[in-house]
Nanobody, 121 residues
Framework: QGQLVESGGGSVQAGGSLRLSCAAS????????LAWYRQSPGDQRELVAS???????NDGDSVKGRFTISRDNAKNTVYLQMNSLKPDDTGVYYC???????????????WGQGTLVTVSS
């Protein structure tokens, strides 16, 4: 309960597209800011994009104009549409929520298990 489950990763050639999804499990009452992070081998985890409950978004400089974050509050799900993918976009993508409330109580700073995205040249 109160877990984040990601899906949609995979392998794609440069220039291709992928759509990631992340759904919160359990009986959810409310979810705060959702975000996608990624981590490439040897690098620190970096913010890709975030979206508040009201829909305000913040995109990382490296993905502006190519990636779009969105959310469906009724489905407790956040999406990341990734277009014009580059080999540098390769990494494990993690879903994150700053806080969420449900029948499990209140959870803070939750991470998904990660989904691998591989972009070949």
């Amino acid at each position: 309960q109160g877990q984040l489950v990601e899906s949609g990763g995979g392998s794609v050639q440069a220039g291709g597209s992928l759509r990631l999804s992340c759904a919160a499990s359990g009986r959810i009452i409310g979810i705060g800011t959702l975000a996608w992070y990624r981590q490439s081998p040897g690098d620190q985890r970096e913010l890709v994009a975030s979206i508040t409950r009201n829909g305000d978004t913040n995109d990382g400089d490296s993905v502006k104009g190519r990636f779009t974050i969105s959310r469906d509050n009724a489905k407790n799900t956040v999406y990341l549409q990734m277009n014009s993918l580059k080999p540098d976009d390769t990494g494990v993508y993690y879903c994150h929520v700053d806080r969420m409330r449900g029948d499990f109580g209140i959870a803070f700073n939750r991470w998904g298990q990660g989904t691998l995205v591989t972009v070949s040249s």
